[in-house]
């Protein structure tokens, strides 16, 4: 199948003399933080964590969304990690788009490239090193995970965007599409990270409005998208933070594909006991 591409950061700083004009927006319904936004001086450094560093696009916000965190890791060779996560009940999305990793979980060895997925259940015994001359950048995905009586986590899983074929969406012609990591069907899951494609001149037909709480990264080409009650902008690299409900459609600018990994939380009621954990 065709090798996709994907964006990477490329940190740095830009010149003196640039103006400061920019699209990231925050509102109350949506953010969009644009590719530029990820430079040297916004950076995070984390416990445990050797030659590595993180840009932190999305985090848990009262008030806004509330279920997720999202990262974009870069691992300088021979860096990585033994103990990348530190708090109990939480699951993982890592998301390859640059360099190399190997994947160790709960002592099986995976060896992740470019369009390597994994899903890393909540418990697992996990670790992430990259052990070759490229700079590795990664997206990471972290969500505490719903347990429900009668249903078990869901079972650990590596595979490649490359070796999925994509589901086109109804009545599309296939010029809206997505790649499905795992079953949708599966009631273990209580969130879905896939890859949705829109070849150039496709579009979402409307304004879909909805409970799922959402993280797009754009990781190929250009569109222009409707949120809340805005059209913007937006090219690979840039990220859009989304609330429940608000408003969302697009149109895809081409000359080539549009793709974006998204995530969203499913399969879950919603929540109504006084001081319960929100959905």
Not at 186 to 192: A, G, K, N, P, Q
Not at 243 to 271: E, I, S, W
């Amino acid at each position: 199948m065709t090798q996709n591409r994907y964006h990477a950061p490329a940190g740095g700083l830009p010149p003196q003399t640039r103006l400061l004009t920019d699209r990231a927006v925050f509102t109350t319904a949506y953010a969009v933080i644009p590719k530029d936004a990820c430079r040297d001086t916004v950076a995070s450094l984390l416990p445990f964590w050797r030659d590595a560093r993180f840009w932190v696009l999305a985090r848990p916000l009262s008030g806004f969304a509330e279920t997720f965190s999202q990262y974009i890791g870069e691992i300088q060779p021979g860096g990585g990690s033994d103990r990348p996560e530190t708090e109990a009940g939480v699951q993982a999305v890592l998301f390859v788009v640059a360099g190399a990793v190997t994947l160790t979980i709960d002592g099986r060895v995976h060896d992740m490239g470019a369009g390597g997925y994994a899903y890393i259940p909540p418990g697992a015994d996990w670790t992430l090193h990259n052990g070759g001359a490229e700079v590795a950048v990664f997206h990471w995905l972290r969500k505490a995970y719903r347990p429900l009586d009668g249903l078990e986590a869901p079972d650990a899983l590596v595979c490649n965007e490359n070796d999925i074929s994509p589901v086109a969406m109804p009545d599309t012609n296939g010029v809206w599409a997505t790649t499905q990591f795992v079953d949708p069907g599966d009631m273990r899951h209580d969130m879905h990270v896939n890859i949705v494609t829109l070849q150039p001149g496709g579009v979402i037909p409307f304004a879909e409005t909805h409970v799922m709480e959402h993280g797009l990264y754009v990781l190929e080409g250009k569109a222009v998208y409707h949120l809340n009650r805005d059209w913007v902008e937006v090219e690979a690299g840039d990220f859009m933070w989304l609330r429940a409900f608000c408003p969302q459609a697009c149109y895809a600018g081409g000359p080539g594909p549009f793709r974006y990994l998204l995530y969203k939380d499913v399969n879950r009621h919603m929540t109504l006991t006084s001081g319960a954990m929100r959905p």
